[in-house]
């Protein structure tokens, strides 16, 4: 079946399996920044932002979305411009492996997005679909602080991609 | 996991819908979560109901009307200020929050899945659900969730909470924030003069089905709400918890007790 969809600010028309998950035609389209991890919503590698809030691409089917904006990591920065969240976590330490990334980068993106000054609690509950098997949080929480922090002198610029 | 779903039927009412189930084989989707937890789930079609204007929360004179659609996000962020916010804070404390984005009421009642925290809240508010199609009819809560009345050919519309002027508490306890809860707590209580007159105790993910606790509660009604009693009462309920390899009896059985001389403290 066919399904129009607008990914990351362009619109798109995919060839998907009615079964399919969100996951699934992310990856098979070329959008491998969205990971898979438990399939079952537990560890967050998969979030992404549904018409902008964070949702775990593999609990939705692709079907489901028809019409609706998608974000990926992909839409949020780039090897050559980072967002300045990714910037942030890098500076605090808060990658090793990575998997976890842009699942927490997308959150982040969407909790300061609607509050850029967050307390640590509010910071861990927006993140709090995430698993990080590697740093521990410390360092993520750390990192979307400042973040938090920096964008909050010019939010336009950081939150200026049309498609979220 | 979905298998074998060729058709995706999208109609825009209730009465629509209903008439796509009548043909078998499909499987209603709101939110989409219950579906890949494990196991393979076979359907010829699904039935996107997110057009059906399900999605809203209205205020009436009665109390508070919740479309099954609702997600429980919406409802998290929902301004309740009497004793419903019991709802509100059984909402906001279930799953994570992207999950939260995606699960709706409607859903979390025709499933039950043993995560859902809502059962609990919503013995305790005395809410009612009405369902359309072949089992058509409003249901009490305590009704709805031992009939099971969800048959492949209704639906849940709408959630009915009644205004609740008195206090309402809720407490869930699970070894993380975002573990499946290993027992919850609901308690509302309207207090007059001094005494309770109106006592209302449910406990979830605990026994095999949420329930109230009918013989506490009689033994409650009347007494002073600073009563020293209240505490002997609540050390004496028995209460028999399903097994849990995280927890013992002992431990759930104590916390559930724990959790309601807790909520009196926070009346009183």
């Keep these: 079946m066919k399904i129009n969809l607008t990914i990351n600010g362009k619109s798109r028309t995919l060839e998907i399996h009615p079964s399919e998950t969100l996951l699934e035609t992310l990856r098979n389209n070329g959008f491998n920044g969205v990971k898979f991890g438990c399939g079952t919503g537990d560890c967050g590698a998969c979030v992404i932002l549904l018409n902008g809030e964070p949702v775990n691409s593999c609990q939705i089917l692709t ?38 990334t842009p699942g927490i980068v997308l959150s982040a993106y969407a909790l300061l ?10 910071i861990k509950n927006g993140i709090d679909s995430h698993l990080c098997r590697c740093t521990g949080y410390v360092k993520i929480i750390e990192g979307i602080k400042n973040a938090a922090e920096r964008m909050s002198s010019s939010p336009k610029h950081c939150f200026g991609n049309k498609s979220q | 996991m979905l298998v074998n779903v060729k058709n ?32 393979k789930i076979t359907a010829a079609g699904m039935i996107d109901l997110r057009k059906l204007d399900l999605d809203f929360i209205h205020e009436t004179e009665s109390g508070t009307t919740i479309g099954a659609c609702t997600r429980f996000k ?28 995606l699960i709706t009421i409607g859903g979390s009642l025709s499933s039950i899945p043993p995560w859902s925290n809502i059962p609990a809240a919503l013995l305790a508010l005395n809410a009612e659900i009405e369902i359309a199609g072949t089992k058509a009819s409003k249901f009490g809560i305590e009704k709805f969730l031992t009939e099971k009345p969800m048959d492949g050919t209704s639906l ?8 609740s002027s008195g206090f309402g508490i809720y407490y869930r306890y699970s070894k993380t924030r975002f573990d499946y809860s290993l027992v919850d707590t609901a308690v509302y209580i309207e207090v007059k003069d001094e005494k309770i007159e109106t006592i209302r105790i449910a406990v979830g993910n605990l026994l095999p089905k949420a329930r109230r606790l009918p013989n506490l509660e009689e033994s409650l009604k ?44 926070q009346v009183g």
């Design chain 2, 8 to 39: 995706w039927y999208r109609p825009e009412s209730v009465t629509g819908a209903l008439s796509v189930m009548k043909k078998g084989g499909v499987i209603p989707y709101a939110g989409g979560t219950s579906f890949h937890r494990g196991g």
């Design chain 1, 113 to 122: 997005k609607s509050n850029l000054n967050p307390s640590i609690d509010e």
């Design chain 2, 74 to 101: 919406d409802i998290a962020n929902y301004d309740f200020t009497d004793g419903r916010k019991i709802l509100k804070e059984a909402c906001s404390q279930a799953a994570s929050t992207s999950l939260r984005n």
């Design chain 2, 156 to 163: 849940i519309t709408r959630i009915y909470i009644p205004k």
């Design chain 1, 63 to 100: 079907a489901a979305v028809e019409a609706e904006s998608i974000t990926t990591i992909e839409g949020i920065g780039s090897m050559d411009k980072p967002h300045p969240i990714q910037e942030e976590l890098v500076k605090a330490g808060a990658i090793q492996c990575g998997y976890c």
């Design chain 2, 222 to 265: 009347g007494l002073p709400i600073n009563s020293e009693r209240i505490a002997d009462l609540v050390d004496k309920l028995e209460i028999n918890p399903t097994s849990s390899s995280i927890a013992s009896k002992e431990f759930r059985s104590n916390l559930v007790k724990v959790f309601i001389k807790r909520a009196f403290k």
